[in-house]
């Protein structure tokens, strides 16, 4: 008979957790020597869950000396630095927890007092534990997966695009995985991009998580990049000429560019990104024909040019490939423009 499965959600699993510490911590303890000054770990005392002002979610209490080691268990929520900064000013090391070591943000690994382990191979120090690793396994760690699989994109981007190109992996505004890009500075400009998880909340586990991409030329939410009078032209316009003009040209489909056109809701006149949209609108409508105006899509404050089509996570390859080609050529062609301008 198959074990129905409880622990199956980050708290449910940690208090499991701090309670088979409780029952038998020696096998524990003696893993944890391996990564830790076994000096430190000799005189066990007591487990926490939610421990402290800093709400640890394991605490395992130690005397002569006193020692406090702490445990960060993730299955999918997001793992800040500065909740780890936070969680050492308590606890003299920190265990973090993961499903697969791969899901590590970047930056973990050069942390001081902090360690990873994986599920496996805390529940292989309680054999007969309560708490099982098919109940781990069937956690939703969707965006710890799409994070990783993204990550492994960063180095082989880094270098087809060289030199002074910034690739960082971050979640979004919304809390879905995504890269971003960021060229060289050119004349005060720069060409960014993002390739993210293409909606606003991870698919249930088993279907197809999609994709896409964002890329365009910098802008700000202000005068200078949407002018008041939409007969001037801001020089995004021209960057987006060139691309469609010197980069796209008869590659739409090549480069699995999507011809959507961005929405032209009723915009918000009472914040400053409203009223920002509200002044590009006016200068698309002048300076692009309704056929064009995929071009002109992007984020308000952050860049103006067009997405890729939907692709699926197993296809991401494909997503990364077309967009690294655009940026290359992209970039040469505003460089060398800016240089005969200047």
């Known amino acids: ?20 510490i409780r029952h038998d911590p020696t096998a524990f303890i003696t893993e944890l020597s391996k990564i830790v000054d076994a ?49 050492l000013t308590v606890a003299n090391h920190l265990v973090v ?32 534990s ?14 710890s997966a799409v994070e990783a699989r993204l990550r492994q994109l960063i180095d082989p981007a ?18 879905m995985p995504a890269i971003n890009f960021y ?26 998580v999609p994709l896409r991409f964002s890329v365009g030329i910098s802008v700000r939410a202000d005068e200078k990049s949407y002018p008041s009078d939409p007969l001037s032209s801001p020089s995004w316009v021209d960057s987006v000429r ?19 056109r961005p929405s032209s809701a009723h915009v918000n006149s009472k914040t400053v990104n409203g009223r920002a949209h509200k002044r590009k609108l006016a200068i698309v409508d002048h300076h692009f024909e309704v056929s064009e105006r995929w071009l002109t899509a992007g984020y308000i404050d952050w860049i103006v040019g067009p997405a890729s089509q939907r692709m699926p996570l197993e296809q991401v390859d494909v997503l990364a490939a077309s967009l690294v080609t655009i940026f290359e050529e992209w970039y040469r062609v505003e460089a060398a423009a800016r240089a005969k301008s200047s």
């Not at 993961?98 to 496996?120: C, F, G, I, Q, Y």
């Open 242 to 260: 060139r691309l469609q003009t010197r980069v796209i040209g008869d590659k739409l489909h090549e480069l699995h560019l999507s011809t959507r």
């Open 97 to 128: 927890l993961l499903l697969d070591k791969a899901h590590a943000p970047e930056w973990l690994p050069s942390k001081n007092r902090v360690s990873v382990m994986t599920w496996e191979e805390v529940l292989a120090c309680f054999p007969g």
């Open 158 to 175: 880094q270098q087809r695009l060289g030199a002074g190109w910034r690739i960082d992996s971050v979640r979004g505004g919304s809390g």
């Open 39 to 87: 000096h430190n770990l000799e005189r066990f005392v007591d487990v926490r869950a939610e421990h402290g002002a800093q709400k640890i979610d394991i605490a395992l209490t130690f005397a002569d000396p006193e020692y406090v080691l702490a445990i960060e268990a993730k299955f999918d929520h997001t793992l800040t630095e500065d909740q780890v900064d936070r969680e």
């Open 130 to 143: 309560r708490l099982t690793l098919a109940e781990i396994q069937a956690a939703r760690s969707g965006k």
């Open 183 to 208: 060229s060289p500075d050119i004349d005060g400009n720069q060409l960014r991009a993002v390739l993210q998880v293409a909606q606003r909340a991870m698919p249930p586990a088993g279907e197809a």
């Open 1 to 20: 008979m198959t074990a129905s499965l409880i622990y199956t959600t980050e708290p449910l699993a940690t208090r499991a957790l701090a309670a088979e």
